[in-house]
């Protein structure tokens, strides 16, 4: 497991995030509308979380090896009520599943282990924590080292899923993405038709597009949630982006 995390801690982590993230949609107005994400309330909010841990949880229950296509929920369904079933089925399910039981993933550069379910699940409940407390204007400082996780996770495993399920990428180049806070830093390398290479930077290396920041900043900022520090290359930074 990467960076020393476990599923543990990636399960400690979304209780505490879910937690926030419940508390948040729970006092909102359902049909308020949560800026970052256009044209989604409070209410799709909270079905879309529940739909993602509905399917992820899936993987994590039966040990498919293969995907699944679940039937969608019942017409009608309560959010919250919805929310708050999927919600318990995680508290369940994400400390008794052994990392390295084999599951599906999504990614072509992950290996089909369920710690890459407790890590994806434990960072979209941050994420969407993020967007139910920023549209209420009460956000929570997070932690530095999720932070650090969530940009490794987000470039060696969710760039190579949007490009293996996506359009290829088209961009040529390669892309630095530099810490301040924090010592780490990545090279991303881009060539059109195959999913991107990334490793970690070497001292002084040069490349055609440069992101740097806070562990914070350039985590939000990748999924297009804060504004990040870029120079270089505009068309390898629209490759980098998640959003």
Request: hydrophobic share 45%.
């Amino acid at each position: 497991m990467p960076g020393g995390w476990t599923t543990q801690r990636w399960t400690e982590v979304f209780t505490a995030q879910a937690a926030m993230f419940r508390a948040a949609v729970g006092k909102a107005d359902p049909a308020a509308a949560v800026p970052s994400c256009p044209g989604w309330t409070f209410t799709d909010l909270a079905l879309h979380v529940g739909r993602f841990l509905e399917t992820s949880l899936e993987y994590l229950r039966t040990g498919s090896t293969v995907q699944l296509r679940l039937p969608s929920p019942p017409a009608g369904v309560a959010p919250l009520d919805y929310l708050d079933e999927q919600l318990a089925k995680a508290a369940e399910l994400l400390p008794s599943t052994p990392g390295n039981r084999t599951a599906w993933t999504f990614s072509p550069s992950s290996p089909d282990l369920a710690w890459v379910w407790h890590r994806r699940i434990a960072h979209e409940l941050d994420l969407r924590r993020w967007d139910a407390q920023a549209a209420l204007r009460e956000l929570v400082v997070g932690d530095a080292d999720f932070a650090v996780d969530g940009i490794d996770e987000a470039l060696t495993t969710l760039l190579a899923a949007k490009y293996a399920t996506d359009v290829p990428p088209t961009a040529e180049g390669t892309a630095l993405v530099q810490l301040t806070d924090v010592p780490e830093a990545w090279v991303v390398t881009f060539a059109p038709g195959v999913v991107p290479e990334v490793r970690a930077a070497w001292p002084g290396e040069e490349t055609d597009l440069q992101v740097s920041g806070e562990a914070q900043l350039v985590h939000y900022g990748l999924w297009g949630r804060l504004p990040l520090k870029h120079t270089g290359d505009e068309r390898v930074w629209y490759a980098l982006k998640l959003d």
